[in-house]
């Protein structure tokens, strides 16, 4: 059973990171909107049940620095990566080149570090802690990218849609 959890978090991410590729893609073709910046980490956050379950239940100490690392630099690439532009008086998401590349870097980080914890962890509470981290990221990255649609529309509300007649 161990060894059939210890496939299942190695193929997971894997199918995860390409499921937000093509969402990814897909988001670039449709305006953006409050509800699609943030609707993601508000859906996100039903995963927090999985810590009803004992066996997934990790120290307090432990949680919130995997949610803080996950804020504070594992949101930077996806910040940074992530532009918004008016395109005729609809916000649109920029597609970013090395975006692919941020995520591929995640997933390689999330890989090597499960090694890591998983010697010190059950299969069970790396998941619970990668998920932590996870979430803090894109808390980060979905609340900078909404406000900075808020700023890109107040931006295009000061500004007249015709010329002034003279």
Known sequence: MQDLFRIAFRVAPVVGGAAIIAWRIQE??????????????????????MFVVPAMRVPLS?????????????????????SLEDRDGVVMMRRSPGFLLILLGLLAVRLALEDVIGHVVSPLQTAALFYLAAFGMIVRWRVTMYLRYRALKADVRRWPTEAPMR
């Open 28 to 49: 670039t073709r449709r305006p953006v909107t409050p509800v699609k910046i943030l609707a993601p980490p508000l859906g996100m956050a039903t995963g927090f049940g």
């Open 62 to 82: 432990w949680a919130l620095i995997a949610l803080v690392a996950g804020a504070l630099f594992l949101a930077v690439p996806l910040v940074r990566s992530s």
